[in-house]
């Protein structure tokens, strides 16, 4: 058996088109865009690469994207003072700060000041305490990510076996929530779990969020299961390349022939993440400017 190939790109370039039509619609009846404000600290070159992304699709999403750089010596306070700023921006409806930060910042500090009716990252107190309540808020993008493509497969979820292997608050802890509340039973796993492949064997979808190259093997899954590889590991360059393979935490072509549907790496919830993002922004813009957004 050869699993579906479940294809984020191009589930994420569709959701970047509905958002963009919807954005239009928004800057008609609001007489301004919806804006989403991007934060980088320093000169991390992955995280210019994925500040620039966003700043495309922002603009190709029709919405406005704005980008503040700080150099790699800011102090907290500068930063705070920035996150205040667009805090009370109007033209700003989602404010993304790049994390890692340097290490004399205080991540969690910023994160706290970013307003919850802005945090399209879902990452503060509030957002993470409403979606734990079960209350409309704003939800991380990777994991809101991997619940749409759950859910265009499956539709409704309820009563599934779910193991997500990670319990980060950026993507293990908020998946596990969002699986929970589509009444899965849901199982989380860490670094401390015993006996892995043993509870995966249970599990009719496995979310695999650790950030260890191609750990899953196809001998932990049950025949059939949905597996979703949210990891991204680059692996050491062969000789003469430039550049490592990218890889997920599943090893794709063993686990292929067990599941029923499987994200690639790279080409699977990677797209996602981004699509989310603008979804999210669009969605703030709406209830900051108090107009319903019917889709
Ligand atoms: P973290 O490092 O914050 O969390 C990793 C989690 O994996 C931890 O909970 C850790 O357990 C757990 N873990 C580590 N080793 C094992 C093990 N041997 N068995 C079981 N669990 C283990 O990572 P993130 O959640 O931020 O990211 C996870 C992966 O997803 C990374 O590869 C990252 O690059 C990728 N990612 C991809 C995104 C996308 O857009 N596709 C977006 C965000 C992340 P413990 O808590 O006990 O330490």
């Known amino acids: 058996m050869s699993a579906r190939r479940i294809d984020g790109k191009a589930f994420a370039a569709g959701l970047r088109e509905r958002v963009g039509t919807i954005a239009a619609d928004f800057a008609g009846k609001a ?10 600290v320093g000169d991390d070159p992955a995280s ?31 930063l705070e003072g920035l996150v205040d700023t667009l805090n009370a921006n109007p033209e700003v409806d989602g404010i993304l700060v790049q994390l890692p930060l340097p290490a004399h910042l205080n991540e969690q500090a910023v994160v706290d000041r970013i307003a919850p009716a802005k945090d399209v990252d879902g990452l503060t107190p509030v957002s993470t305490g409403r979606l734990a309540l079960g209350l409309d808020g704003l939800v991380p993008c990777t994991p809101l990510g991997s619940l749409m493509l759950l859910k265009d497969i499956h539709g409704d979820l309820s009563g599934m076996n779910a193991v997500v292997i990670g319990r980060s608050i950026l993507v293990g802890k908020p998946m596990a929530q969002l699986l929970l509340a589509e009444s899965c039973t849901v199982t989380i796993a860490h670094s401390r779990t015993k006996n892995l492949p043993e509870l995966l064997r249970g599990a009719d979808i496995v979310v695999a969020a650790v950030g260890r190259p191609e750990m899953v093997r196809a001998d932990w899954l049950k025949p059939g299961a949905t597996v979703i590889d949210v990891g991204i590991n680059r692996l050491p360059p062969e000789p003469g390349a430039e550049k490592g393979k990218l890889v997920g935490d599943v090893a794709y072509g063993e686990a292929s022939e067990v599941a029923g549907a499987i994200t690639p790496v790279p080409g699977g919830v990677g797209p996602m993440t981004i ?21």
């Open 31 to 40: 007489g301004r865009k919806a804006g989403l404000a991007v934060v980088l």
């Open 48 to 78: 210019q690469v994925y500040v620039r992304s966003k700043g495309k699709a922002t603009v190709a999403a029709n919405m406005n994207s704005f980008e503040h750089r700080l150099p790699t010596d800011a102090t907290q306070e500068q």
């Open 275 to 295: 699509a989310v993002l603008l979804r999210n922004t669009l969605v703030a813009a709406h209830r900051n400017e108090n107009i319903a957004l019917t889709d």
